[in-house]
């Protein structure tokens, strides 16, 4: 059994920054992608940014220049720098890993609201 734990999130003001961050533990198979994801009240879950195990990323394009993901791969924990944030950036995030069988994963989630 595989879990996720997310942290790091919270309130913040508008144009500041949040640090998010998801440890995987259990037995976990050649993990290929970690990622972020997140969904607002009444929107879809939408992918924010994923990280393969080669340190490939891909983002979002309405966060491109303020998030960042990063990786340890030996702890098998996923980070996302949020700087800048925006009002519209409000929502629960969630932490997903997907492994070498192609099982996907997700954390419970935390919430991040941005005031103005």
């Known amino acids: 059994q595989v879990h996720l734990v997310e942290s790091g999130g919270g309130l913040v003001q508008a144009g500041g920054s949040l640090r998010l961050s998801c440890a995987a533990s259990g037995i976990i198979f050649s993990p290929r992608a970690m990622g972020w994801y997140r969904q607002a009240p009444g929107k879809q879950r939408e992918l924010v940014a994923d990280?393969?195990?080669?340190?490939?990323?891909n983002y979002a394009d309405s966060v491109k220049g303020r998030f960042t993901i990063s990786r340890h791969n030996a702890k098998n924990t996923v980070y996302l720098q949020m700087n800048s944030l925006k009002p519209e950036d409000t929502a629960v995030y969630y932490c997903?890993?997907?492994?070498?069988?192609?099982?996907?994963?997700w954390g419970q989630g935390t919430q991040v609201t941005v005031s103005l």
């Open positions: 997903n890993l997907v492994d070498g069988w192609n099982h996907t994963y």
């Open positions: 990280i393969t195990s080669g340190i490939s990323t």
